[in-house]
């Protein structure tokens, strides 16, 4: 039997590949396009795409309680205990849905907030499965995983302000920025810092967001580095080749990925983003 069992949500943007290969049970969120449930999983990725592409305006809602109660179940069936980590609990139910369902375990299941998104996430839940194949203990782990949250960076480009106006999740910086693009073809660069969404600043070009990004993430070395996007295959590799340098991180170690709905939700097409976890200046 497996000591821990490894369970995140579907907003980690992690390749199939390389959950299954670490054995990670994924509780997918729920798009709504209308009355229509999608649920995020991969085999209706396609269908998501080709919808928001028809003008469709789609919504994303979190795990049902059930749905986490569910997978942390059968889980423990193979597992002395389960951890979760989940998509920032300060722009989503999603880890409230968790802990509610973890609250039926009698303590077998730790939830961990990742304070982060797509493959910000991703890199967490990665760095779990490590210390997973250590043996490493729960406490352990937990400890492990504050630490390396506190040193987690995303910066990410917006091609588009549609979707992230619609969500309202930078509604206190949206007032600048309607201003500004009523003025200007704008684009928008972004930060998570300590789970929430903060405004970065305004570009007019991809290229010119890109520049951004490395601009906020150089003078860092990085022992993880992610890149995701949304439909941009051309720009994300561009952005890795260019972070690459900035962090100091060998190019063929960059995780690339195209991110699922639940950034296509909230960040429309042609989105991208670098995700790295900092070396530790002591």
């Known amino acids: 039997m497996s000591k821990i069992a490894l369970i995140t949500d579907s907003s980690n943007d992690l390749p199939p590949e390389l959950l299954a290969r670490h054995n990670i049970s994924v509780v997918p969120l729920i798009i709504h396009f209308g009355g229509d449930e999608l649920p995020d999983i ?6 998501f795409w ?29 597992a002395d205990e389960a951890l979760v980590l989940t998509v920032t609990g300060k722009h989503s139910s999603t880890y409230n849905s968790a802990l509610l369902a973890a609250q039926e375990f009698d303590g077998r299941v730790q939830v961990f907030d990742s304070w982060s998104l797509s493959l910000g ?29 506190r040193r987690l960076r ?23 920025i309607k201003r500004m693009s009523a003025m200007l073809s704008i684009k928008i660069v972004l930060r998570v810092d300590e789970g929430e969404l903060k405004f970065v600043g305004a570009v007019r070009s991809a290229r010119k967001g890109m520049r951004r990004i490395i601009d906020a993430i150089a003078g860092n070395r990085a022992q993880a580095v ?57």
């Open 50 to 78: 080709e919808r928001l592409a028809r003008g469709e305006v789609p919504r994303s809602a979190a795990p049902a309680v059930g749905d986490f109660h569910a997978v942390m179940a059968a889980a423990l069936e193979e």
């Open 42 to 47: 991969w085999e209706n990725r396609e269908i």
């Open 154 to 176: 995303l910066v990410l480009y917006l091609d588009s302000l549609d979707s992230i106006q619609r969500s309202g999740r930078i509604a206190l910086a949206m007032g600048t």
């Open 226 to 282: 992610a890149v995701s996007h949304t439909r941009a295959p051309k720009q994300a590799m561009q952005l890795a080749d260019m972070a690459a340098i900035a962090l100091e991180f060998p190019r063929e170690d960059i995780l690339i990925n195209e991110a699922g709905p639940i950034l296509g939700v909230h960040g429309g097409f042609g989105a991208f983003g670098v995700a790295f976890i900092a070396e530790d200046e002591d």
């Open 121 to 149: 996430l991703g890199l967490l839940v990665l760095h779990a499965a490590s210390l997973i194949a250590q043996d490493a203990s729960m406490s352990e782990i937990l400890a492990e995983l504050t630490d390396a949250r």
